[in-house]
């Protein structure tokens, strides 16, 4: 029984080691040990490097005091990649502003090491876009996994002014220039690939995908096909007037080559305008997986919902979190935005722990986007057929206590796939096909 014993914790050894367990002691993208299955990293050691785009004419909705000033667009990116080696795992530095409006600084660990040589093959494109007044550090634990498996993942910085502000130009920043930035983003990056320009040589611009959180979500949806209602003008300073349903420049916002959508929290409105017209989000073609909290005060969980039940021509998926609020798609609070009640509201849920929501994020995201982007149709099994309520599924004859064994998922068993006994609870996941 010793040497069973001694073997079984030498085979894990092998496995974390070959995993890079000492690189990023700590990061968010590293799953626990009662992660789903398809949150466990992949195979490949993940690179990051830091790069700027810029468009040149852009109205600025923060400029200008008649109307918006007419500038350059710079946007930092963030572009995490599958590497050919490890090295160091990195520590970010960013901020989210405080109550005040000033900037709180905090440091996160990553897994990902900076500019390592890129992995040979040509990967999938993703466009990864952050919430209101977030940074794409906050979202690392995507990031960085999905590089790991083979996702060249490009996360723009929008620079949004302090949530804490309160004027309609302010308001009107992140309305205005969300989907013109991740448009903007996403093609610029096709263009790149197709050039074979630097790290993005290594992208398929063919096998492009959209991950918004909170205002990032209403971007990529907008991005993806949901026509702009032309009343959304007057909250944008005009800027949005000209790309709005049946408006000149309303193709402007279409990025070819998209093959899946996931909104994670995504705002569904603006107070009483609504953000879309006509089929609304029913106009998006491309498959699209729904994430939210039943108890998300910010975008509210009605509203969302209604983004899936829609009609579409797509495939939909809604994975709802019972009792999780708006703050599903950050990374656990760091100590230094654990003194007041606002800066450590930005992160943490008031119900469940975030390295639980995170890996369940990362184990639907994983199956979605392999089975639409990469065509892997093996995973349709963790995506479709599931139990509507976690809490349905039974597995006969499984042996009663800690049982660490992931479901197979049916005929042997309802409890949902690539989850271990006792922890597909508190979720519902629904599925509308394509009709």
Known sequence: MRRAVLGAVAVLAAVAAAQGQGVGEGAPARPPVDAPELAQLGRYPVGVMRTEFVQ??????????????????????????????????????TALSGEDGRDVPFDLPGLASADRPVATGRFPLVILAHGYGNTPEVLSWLGENLASKGYVVVAPAFRDPPISIRTDAARAGPIARRPLDIAFVAREAQKRATAQD???????????????????????????????????????????????????????????????????????????????????????????????????????????????????????????????????????????????FWDMDWFEDAVWRKDRLLPIQTHFITAFLDRYVKGETAKDAYLNGLEVQSDAGRWPNVPVGRVAQYSPGPPASTVWKGFQPGRAVGMTFEYRPAP
């Not at 109205?59 to 667009?73: E, F, H, N, T, W």
């Not at 049946?246 to 107070?271: E, H, N, Q, T, Y």
Request: proline share 9%.
């Open 56 to 93: 040149p004419g852009q109205a600025d909705p923060l400029q200008g005091r008649d109307r918006p000033a007419i500038v350059d667009r710079h946007l930092p990116l963030v572009i995490w990649y599958p590497a050919a080696s490890a090295g160091p795992g990195i520590t970010y530095h």
């Open 198 to 340: 630097g790290i993005l040589a290594a992208a398929d611009p063919a096998r492009t995908a959209l991950i918004g959180y909170s205002m990032g979500g209403y971007g990529v949806l907008t991005v993806g096909g949901a026509p702009l209602n032309p009343a959304i003008a007057g909250l944008s300073r005009g800027i949005l007037g000209a790309y709005a349903a049946g408006a000149a420049r309303s193709g402007d916002l279409s990025v070819p080559g998209v093959k899946a959508i996931v909104a994670l929290a995504p705002a569904a409105r603006f107070g009483e305008v609504p953000i879309w017209t006509g089929q609304g989000v029913g106009a998006v073609n491309a498959p699209t997986l729904i994430v939210v909290g039943d108890h998300d005060r910010v975008v509210g969980h009605d509203a969302v919902r209604a983004l899936f039940t829609a009609p579409a021509s797509a495939p939909r998926y809604l994975l709802t979190f019972a009792q999780a609020g708006h703050s599903i798609a950050l990374v656990g609070a760091p100590p230094a935005m654990r003194q007041r």
